[in-house]
C-alpha cells in the first residue's frame, strides 16, 4: 500500500509541474505578442509622423513653386517618395515612406489659385 502512495504523490508533482509548465509558457509567448504589437503600433506611428513631416516639406516646396512635379525627401530619419498629380488648379500631393517596414501614406488635395487651400488631408 505504502508503494502505491508514493507513486501517486509522484504522478500528482509532474501532473501540477506539467500545469504550471504550460501556464508559464503561455504567459510567457502572450507577453512577447503584446511587445511585438507594442512595437509595431509605435514604428506605425512613428512612421505616420514622419510622413506628416514630409508632406509639410512637399507643401512648402509646393508653395515655392507652381511647377514643382514631386520626388525623394531624404531626412534624418528616412526617407519619402513624393508624387504630384495636377488637374488644373487641383492638385493631389501624396507622400510614402519607402525606407521602413512600416509603410504609411499621407495625401493632400490642395487648390492653387491666387491663394492655396488644402482641402483634405487623410492617410490612406
Known amino acids: 500500500m505504502k508503494k502505491q502512495q508514493g507513486y501517486v504523490a509522484l504522478i ?10 504550460a501556464t508559464a509558457t503561455s504567459a510567457v509567448l502572450l507577453s512577447i505578442g503584446e511587445a511585438q504589437s507594442g512595437l509595431a503600433l ?9 510622413d ?11 508653395r515655392a513653386s507652381a511647377s514643382y512635379a ?13 508624387t504630384v498629380s495636377k488637374n488644373v488648379t487641383v ?11 512600416y509603410k504609411r501614406t499621407i495625401q493632400a488635395v ?3 489659385s491666387s491663394t492655396i487651400t488644402i482641402t483634405s488631408w487623410q492617410e490612406i
Not at 520626388?71 to 513624393?82: A, D, F, K, L, V
Open 12 to 21: 500528482m508533482v509532474l501532473t501540477i509541474s506539467a500545469v504550471a509548465l
Open 42 to 50: 509605435s514604428n506605425g506611428e512613428n512612421n505616420l509622423n514622419f
Open 52 to 62: 506628416e513631416g514630409c508632406m509639410e516639406d512637399a507643401l512648402l516646396k509646393f
Open 70 to 82: 514631386g520626388g525623394t525627401i531624404t531626412r534624418p530619419e528616412g526617407t519619402c517618395t513624393i
Open 91 to 101: 492638385w493631389t500631393i501624396t507622400a510614402t515612406t519607402t525606407s521602413t517596414a
Open 110 to 112: 490642395v487648390t492653387r
